[in-house]
Structures are given as C-alpha cells and as structure tokens.
C-alpha cells in the first residue's frame, strides 16, 4: 500500500465523513490533539493542505480523520475513494497531557471538536464525561463512540433538537456544580466563542485543562505566522503571539488570553 493511500472514507451522517489513510509513521507517533496537514490529492488543484486533528489511529498504520464538507477542499476529499492518495504532513502541533491522577476528565466539545478529543478518551486511564454540543442535531457526531468508550455522555444544541437546550458552557457549569469538590480536568475543542466561554468559566473557578485553539492555517509548520493568536505571557500587555500550529494547538488554560 502507498503512503497516504485511502483505505475507506464513508459518509458519517450528511456532510460528516470519516476518511482512513494508510500512514503507519504517523500512526506510530500521533499524540491526541494532534493533527495532519492534508494535501488532499497529490498533484491536484487544491494546493494548499488543509489541518484536520486526528480523530484515531490504529496498530495496522491507519490514521482517521473526521471532517464535515465545508467548503472545495473538503467537497474534494468527500469524492476520494480507496486506492486514491493525498500528502499527510505530521503528525503536527501540541498534544493533550493526560489527566492528573485522581482528576476526572471533562471533554468539551463543540461541532467537530468531538473528532478531535476522541483519541484522547480512548487512551485516557480513566473514563471522563464527555460533553458535546453543536448548533443543531445535524452537527451532533460521534456521541455513540464516547459512550462505547465508557464516557458519561450529555449533549446540548442551540435550538435543543437533541439534547438539553442551549450551549455546551452551561453543561459545563452544571457538571462543576455536581462536582462541586472534586477534581476536574477540563479539556475542549470547538469554535473560538465557544473555547473562550469555556476559557472565562475554567478561569472564574480556577479550574485546570488545556483548549485546542484551531485557527486558519496554511504552512501548519511554523514557519509562516499565518496562524498567530494571542496567549498570555509575561509582557507588559500580558500576552504575546504564539503560532496556533507549532505552540499549539493544545495550549494549556494559563496560557488563554481571554480577549482573542
Ligand atoms: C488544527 C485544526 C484541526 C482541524 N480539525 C478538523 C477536523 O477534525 N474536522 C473538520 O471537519 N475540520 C477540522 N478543521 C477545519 C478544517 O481545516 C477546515 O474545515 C478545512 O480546512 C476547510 O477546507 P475547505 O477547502 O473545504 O474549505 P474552505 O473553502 O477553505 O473554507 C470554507 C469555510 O470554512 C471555514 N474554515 C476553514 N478553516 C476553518 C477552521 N480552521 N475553523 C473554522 N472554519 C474554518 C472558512 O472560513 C470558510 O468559511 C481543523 C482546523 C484546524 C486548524
Ligand atoms: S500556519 Fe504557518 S506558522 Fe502556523
């Protein structure tokens, strides 16, 4: 089989796809929150690779990608089939740390932030809660595969066609309240918003975690500035630019500044 060759890649639910590639090194090193740049056809129009976090790997060199169509480049990837290949640049960026001993994990996701914390739950000693919201029930994924990892699982949308009514923060504030006392571990993935609420409560109650600030990429490997967001620092303005693809993009909560 070739590198970066696509051994299935099938429809999720609409406009939410799951593509397999055959990349064992990548497979070997990938650490969750992590992710691979894509070029997503070698020698195609779509010159500019595209970051998608890995949602899974697996002993025989695959690495899985969850990733929703949203635009070219991703409408493109939907029409590959097995036996066509793409450039996978990686795996790239900060990963998450594993909770403290004694902590429970909180997952925070929002859209397809639960791709990206998947492999996180599945190789966490200890199962956490997993919260998942979206917009809408169509943007709901992969809630099924964080309860079969053990995960106490509670959803949120904004227009309430699936779950609890409302955004994923406030789930979020209602698992601190019942764990009021407790150790928590909070770690998220979603839209800047949505990572900048969450930021805000983590800090109100002084809770640990690390966010993954996704943010426009094109070199994915610090060489460019192209993805530069603000992170607290020690400056006289109290932060500095850090590249979301090279320092991040798993940064830890100290690091957040808040007005992004
Ligand atoms: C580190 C990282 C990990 C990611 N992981 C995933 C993943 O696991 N699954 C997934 O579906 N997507 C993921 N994304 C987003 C994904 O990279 C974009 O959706 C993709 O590049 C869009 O390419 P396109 O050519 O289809 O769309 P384009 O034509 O490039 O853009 C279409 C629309 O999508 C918006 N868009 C592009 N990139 C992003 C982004 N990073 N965040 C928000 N909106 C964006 C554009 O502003 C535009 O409105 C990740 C992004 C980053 C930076
Ligand atoms: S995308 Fe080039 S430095 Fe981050």
């Known amino acids: 089989m070739r590198i970066g060759e696509i051994t299935a890649n099938s429809l999720l639910k609409p406009d939410y796809y799951r593509v397999k590639f055959y990349a064992p090194e990548i497979a070997a090193k990938a650490k969750p929150g992590q992710f691979v740049h894509v070029r997503i056809e070698e020698g195609s129009s779509h010159i500019l690779r595209r970051p998608f976090s890995i949602h899974d790997t697996a002993p025989d060199g695959s690495v899985t990608v969850v990733y929703k169509v949203v635009g070219s480049g991703t409408r493109r990837l939907a029409e590959l089939r097995p036996g066509d290949v793409c450039d996978l640049l990686g795996p790239l960026g900060t990963s998450y740390t594993p ?11 929002g859209g397809y932030g639960s791709a990206a914390m998947y492999m996180l739950t599945r190789r966490m000693p200890v199962t956490g809660i997993a919260l998942i919201g ?37 789930l ?15 770690y998220g993935c979603g839209p800047h918003p949505m990572l900048m609420a969450l930021a805000k409560i983590m800090k109100d109650h002084a809770l640990p975690g690390e966010l993954s600030l996704d943010h426009l ?9 192209g993805c530069v967001v603000k992170v607290a620092a020690d400056t006289p303005e109290g932060w500095t630019y850090a590249r979301a693809c090279k320092d991040g993009p798993v940064f830890d909560i100290s690091r957040i500044w808040l007005e992004n």
């Open 99 to 109: 909770p403290p001993a004694g902590a429970v994990p909180v997952m925070v996701a």
């Open 217 to 225: 990429m094109c070199c994915g490997v610090g060489a460019c500035f």
């Open 134 to 170: 979206a917009r809408s029930e169509a943007d709901v994924i992969l809630e099924d595969r964080y309860r079969a990892a053990g995960c106490r699982v509670i959803v949120a949308t904004n227009d309430g066609s699936m779950g609890e009514k409302g955004f994923v923060t406030a």
């Open 172 to 186: 979020a504030e209602q698992v601190i309240r019942e764990h009021a006392g407790e150790k928590l571990f909070f």
